[in-house]
């Protein structure tokens, strides 16, 4: 038996490419994730130039015509949700995070661990190449319908089709041997002492994204199986002329599209829980209806997936199932935002960045919850299905969770990440600089949504009712908005680079927090706990009358 | 590997296990286990615990392939008319050898408990070979097929058939190669916990064949 | 390392030899002409099959409660998805619309060989 | 509401329209209820030294009140939206009116084309009338439309009918609407189906009835040969086939 061997400081690969520790592999699926947001945010910025000022030179990118447009377009949608979403609320913070906060050294499988994370670099890298090839990127929209998606006749980007769906399967294979590390280590290596309910929330909910994901990628990984076939070995799987049926990829796509979108809710949701409990300095309200309330929303996501095909072609007596099973999962989400609000009373809320970013989330997340009714509701959705109003909708939710949480996570552990603190108010001029351009993207296509605005269209010249001057002033106006919060995200480049180097150094505890993560020193060692911590109690003990501190680390006995 | 630390045997449930205590984590280089990976808070040990997740997942990605070919399958009835060159006699014998390999891989699991490595060396690796037969027999039937002219793209049944059993093929392959990996370990009486692992994992592959006999060879 | 004591071994040649049979039993149900003896040999068999493996080889019922719990909820998606997308798939044609292409291919394929049956 | 957007030229519009505003009023009002008590709270209990915070657990049943009767309200409101919606559903896409007239409409990449009885007033005779991206349609008349695609999965929608529905490949869908307002509204394209997806509007134009009459008496007479012949469904046409080269 090979006893551990003691070897010198590993060198630069060693310590940061090759690394087993969970903390660097975050931080590596943090700054890919980072890095691809900015690819994601220059294609926004260049299809929302085309839309705010139609047929001129983009600077930056040069003319938009259809087919960069669509190829831009889908490259955005696919981009924001597999390689920003969900490495960074799911990959970096969760392994950052999940050994540190339940009291152990590392994940359970090191070495999955790391091959998780090169699984993953190697579809980012397959998919930034498809746009190089020839016909470049895949134009047919990142739910890639078949037989647009099937054939390269009818896509005009046969390389880009297979290059986006090798890419895709490479990242569904990443996150399944990552989920599978974060389930097993929480289930497993809890510190002793730490019982079901002294499990952090954010900690809960990944893990419960992490197995929602699992479950819902299989028929998908199966789905794109076929669908590679189809594309390559001219198989019928999606082709109605061969016996094969294109609803039954929309089907297998979009069960796992709508849990995906939980996926990447549920992190956030716990990110903002930790965040909104340290600054209201209050104890979660209801612990447990929260826990119970997001095991409901994890199945009930699994019914709900058709609300996406009510005009696809389903037989139309399945909308009513959906319609119901849609409005049924608003209960428990409704559930969560109210506990959520219900935190805040009694507590003493101290508005430091981290906490505007969690209130900037509840409050904008809850406008996107709310025109979810409108889309999930069968009759509306006629007409407002593929619009713009449908646009604003998932934007209002998917930035909240994608970029206003995430921004809150970084702020809130930077000083345990890095052991330097960020400045506040470069924090402050970046948060208001994000949420209120956000708004003035989106509240204008709620309306040109409403006028009749549907989605992907490079540009409305051949639509009457869509060419009003009217529209096209709300479209613009969305543009210069989308102008505005992208040069508000070099305030956040500046603040996190400058703050990595010559930030104020940051102590253990600096939010005065109760979970084990701030029991370590700043950035954590190799192997996180000298000793390793035994838990006493639940994760929020704040506020607690008569006691010295006005919160209890988990870890302190009496 | 800290091998001199005794752990105190706890029975919870009707399997008794020995737990580690948490103890200082060393300074561990690459290789040596995290105490993550020692800990058993649910009473499982984690290397049995992945593999069930692998085998949940695998459940769900064989359970969408399956489904969508049994609703093709219910809604064609023309298919069956491709079914009846499948050879059934190379389905019942590779069922037969595929029973015969997990009857194997589960007497390595149980020499495994014994501590007896070596045996369970042998039985993987007479697994392995059970494995091996069942891809020849594949192979062979693939080939027929093949020169009947029923290729990947000649249907919509051919289609679905090929990538069912291709993907069931490439899982044998995979279990094939962990399990020669782990049987290599078991010779030195190292890590015997995981025969029992890949032998579970051996036993899921064999009952995703059992269901895919009757679905591409049987039904009329 | 970590390693159970003994779990209780079934006579596993004995369970191997049950499964043998069954499989016999499902190749001679292929061969009779009544389509519901085949079907019900071939997928009684396989389930009954597969409940043994379950059992015996893989010890579900001994492991922990919830693992086979986790595994049947698995499968339960498995039949949501089949439940959700057959209506539409599966049958050719419904409320108000009507699966043109999937009908021909039908009527084609069965062209191809009136003798079936 | 949604009628200050866009124009309601068909029976079922404003069926839509009320729909909309029933969701917009319940649903407003809870976002501001819940938007205001959020903000109360924050301004409420800012930090002020020395007030220190209660403990509360929330499983406290005077407290936990609070969150179960907004949420028994919230679900009340969800059925008082769930059971129009489904009727609403039901009337556009389930229940069909007999149909005075019946209407083809292929989707192909990157055309709408359309396929009209004649003046007999029965399709898939001599006298039908094909056109390409022009529907014209008489007045309080109500159609019967057969949806199909020729090549990737399409989506007919007039929003000034309130009508929207994909065209799969393979799969004739029918759907039903009543024009109810002279004029000419826009046929778009709602699902992604390639390069020429923006490329693809159409036109509806809804005329009297004697206007109809006379346009179909014109334009069925000429031989039908001289229109393009409309090449079967199935089949990926040649005229569309040099266009996508």
Redesign the interface.
């Known amino acids: 038996m090979s006893t551990a061997v003691q070897h010198a400081e590993p060198g630069f690969f060693r310590k940061y490419c090759w690394s087993t520790d969970h903390k660097i592999i975050a931080m590596q699926y943090l700054f890919t994730g980072m890095a691809m947001a900015l690819i994601g945010g220059y294609l926004a910025y260049v299809f929302r130039m085309q839309l705010g000022f139609p047929n001129h030179n983009v600077p930056g990118f040069g003319i938009v015509t259809p087919g960069r447009y669509n190829a831009v377009v889908t490259m955005h949608g696919t981009i924001m949700i597999f390689w920003v979403a969900m490495p960074v609320l799911i990959a970096a913070f969760g392994n950052y995070l999940i050994p540190l906060m339940i009291g152990c050294d590392d994940m359970a499988f090191p070495r999955i661990n790391r091959l998780s994370y090169q699984v993953f670099l190697l579809s980012a890298i397959v998919l930034l190449l498809s746009f190089l090839v020839k016909g470049g990127a895949f134009g047919g929209a990142w739910t890639a319908y078949p037989p647009l998606s099937a054939s390269g006749a009818y896509n005009l980007t046969p390389l880009g089709a297979t290059l986006w769906l090798v890419a895709v399967a490479l990242e569904f294979v990443a996150f399944l041997l990552g989920g599978i590390n974060f389930t097993v280590t929480v289930m497993n290596s809890r510190a002793p002492g730490m019982k079901m309910f002294d499990i952090p929330i954010v900690i809960w909910m990944i893990v419960l994204a992490t197995v929602i994901f699992m479950a819902s990628a299989g028929p998908l990984i199966a789905g794109a199986v076929m669908l590679l076939f189809d594309q390559t070995m001219a198989t019928g799987f999606y082709d109605p002329t061969r016996g094969g049926d294109p609803l039954l990829w929309q089907h297998l796509f979009w069960f796992f599209g709508h849990p995906e979108v939980y996926v990447v809710l549920l992190p956030a949701m716990g990110i903002v829980a930790e965040i909104l409990a340290v600054f209201a300095r209050k104890k979660l309200f209801g612990y447990k209806s929260m826990l119970f309330s997001t095991w409901a929303v994890g199945i009930l996501s699994f019914v709900v997936w058709a609300h996406h095909q009510f005009v696809a072609g389903i037989d139309p007596r399945m909308a009513n199932v959906f319609t119901v099973t849609t409005l049924l999962i608003s209960i428990p989400v409704a559930e969560l935002v109210f506990l959520y609000i219900a935190t805040l009373y009694g507590g003493s809320i101290r508005l430091d960045t981290p906490m505007l970013w969690a209130l900037g989330f509840l409050a904008e997340f809850m406008i996107g919850g709310v025109t979810g009714i409108f889309l999930g509701s069968s009759g509306t959705d006629i007409y407002l299905h593929d619009t713009y109003f449908l646009i604003a909708h998932f934007h209002y939710t998917f930035v909240p969770i994608a970029i206003i949480s995430v921004f809150a996570g970084i702020t809130f552990w930077f000083p345990k990440m890095f052991g330097r603190m960020m400045n506040e108010t470069l924090g402050k001029i970046h948060f208001w600089g994000t949420v209120i351009p956000f708004n003035v993207i989106f509240i204008p296509l709620f309306m040109t949504g409403l006028a009749g605005d549907q989605r992907r269209i490079y540009s409305y010249a051949q639509f009457a009712e869509q060419s009003r001057p009217a529209l096209q002033h709300l479209r613009t106006l969305s543009t210069v908005g989308l102008l505005v919060m992208l040069s508000f995200q070099l305030v956040f480049l500046f603040n996190f680079f400058w703050s990595l180097r010559k930030g104020k150094r940051a102590e253990a505890n600096p939010w005065r927090s109760t979970t084990l993560e701030w029991t370590v020193p700043s950035p954590p060692p190799h192997g996180n706990f000298a000793v390793l911590p035994t838990v006493y109690r639940g994760p929020y003990e704040y506020g607690l009358p008569g006691r010295a501190d006005d919160y209890w680390p988990q870890n302190v006995p009496d | ?3 001199d630390c005794r ?1 105190a ?1 706890t029975t919870t ?8 205590p ?11 286990k ?13 290397a049995r ?2 593999t ?14 399956l ?2 070919y ?3 399958r ?8 491709s079914a009846d060159h499948t050879n ?1 006699w190379a389905g ?1 014998f590779n ?2 050898v595929l ?2 390999s ?2 194997a ?3 390595a699991h ?1 020499a495994a ?3 007896d490595g070596p045996r369970a060396a042998k039985l993987l690796r007479l697994t392995v070979l059970g494995g091996f037969v069942f891809l020849m027999v594949k192979a062979f039937e693939w080939t027929t097929d093949i020169r009947e002219g029923f290729v ?2 000649s ?2 049944f051919w ?2 058939y090929y ?1 069912l059993t291709g ?1 069931h093929g490439l899982h044998v392959l995979a279990g094939m190669v962990i399990m020669l990996i782990i049987a290599a370990d078991a010779a030195k009486n ?4 995981r025969v ?1 692992c890949i ?2 994992y051996w ?2 592959v ?2 995703v064949w ?2 895919l ?2 679905l591409l ?4 | 390392m970590t390693t159970e004591t003994h779990v209780h071994h079934p006579n596993y040649v004995k369970i191997w030899a049950i499964l043998v049979a069954l499989l016999i039993v499902s190749v001679v149900g292929s061969f009779s002409s009544i389509r519901v003896v085949i079907l019900v040999a071939a997928f009684g068999v396989a389930f009954v099959k597969a409940f043994l493996v379950a059992k015996n080889f893989m010890h579900v019922t001994v492991e922990k409660r919830w693992v086979p719990y986790l595994l049947l909820v698995m499968l339960a998606f498995i039949v949501i998805l089949f439940a959700g997308v057959a209506p539409d798939v599966m049958s050719h044609g419904g409320l108000h619309w009507s699966n043109d292409a999937a009908k021909q291919s039908v009527e084609t394929g069965m062209k191809a060989a009136p003798k079936h049956e | 509401m949604l009628e200050r957007y866009t124009t309601a030229a068909s029976t079922y519009a404003h069926s839509i329209d009320h729909l909309f505003l029933l969701i917009l009023v319940l649903v407003g009002f809870w976002l501001i209820v819940a938007e205001a008590v959020m903000f109360i709270l924050i301004f409420k209990f800012r930090a002020r030294d020395g007030r220190p915070t209660r403990h509360v657990t929330g499983e406290e049943k005077e407290l936990h009140r609070w969150i179960t009767i907004p949420h028994m309200l919230v679900i009340l409101c969800d059925i008082a939206i769930i059971i129009p919606a489904i009727i609403v559903w039901y009337n556009i896409k389930q229940a069909q009116p007999p149909a005075d007239q019946t209407v083809r409409v292929y989707a192909q990449q990157w055309a709408w084309s359309f396929q009209e009885p004649g003046p007999d007033g029965v399709l898939d005779t001599a006298d039908d009338v094909r056109t390409v991206g022009e529907l014209h349609v008489a007045i309080n008349t109500t159609y019967h439309f057969e949806l199909m695609s020729r090549d990737v999965v399409h989506s007919f929608a007039v929003p000034a009918f309130r009508l929207k529905q994909d065209a799969l490949p393979g799969r004739t869908i029918t759907g039903w609407f009543r024009p109810n307002r002279l004029g000419t509204y826009d046929i778009q394209c709602t699902q992604m189906c390639g390069i020429g997806h923006a490329l693809m509007a159409g036109r509806v134009i809804v005329e009297t009835r004697q206007d109809h009459a006379a346009w179909l008496m014109q334009n069925s007479n000429p031989p039908v040969a001289a229109l393009p012949a409309a090449p079967s469904p199935l089949a990926a046409s040649p005229m569309m086939a040099e266009a996508r080269r």
Do not use: C
């Not at chain 2, 105490?35 to 984690?46: E, F, L, M, V």
């Not at chain 2, 060879?217 to 009329?220: D, F, G, L, Q």
């Open positions: 590997m800290n091998m752990a045997p449930g009707p399997r008794t296990f020995l737990i580690r948490a103890e200082k984590p060393t300074t561990m280089s690459a290789t040596a995290p105490i993550a990976n020692t800990r058993s808070a649910t009473g499982i040990p984690t615990l992945i069930w997740w692998v085998i949940a997942s695998e459940i769900v990605i064989f359970g969408g392939l489904s969508a049994l609703m093709h219910l809604g064609h009835p023309e298919w069956a008319l059934t019942a069922t037969f029973l015969t997990s009857l891989a589960v007497l149980k408990d014994a501590l990947l793209s249907g919509g289609s679905y990538v993907l190292q890590e015997l916990q029992e032998g579970l036993h899921f064999d009952i059992i269901f006999f009757p060879y049987i039904a009329r």
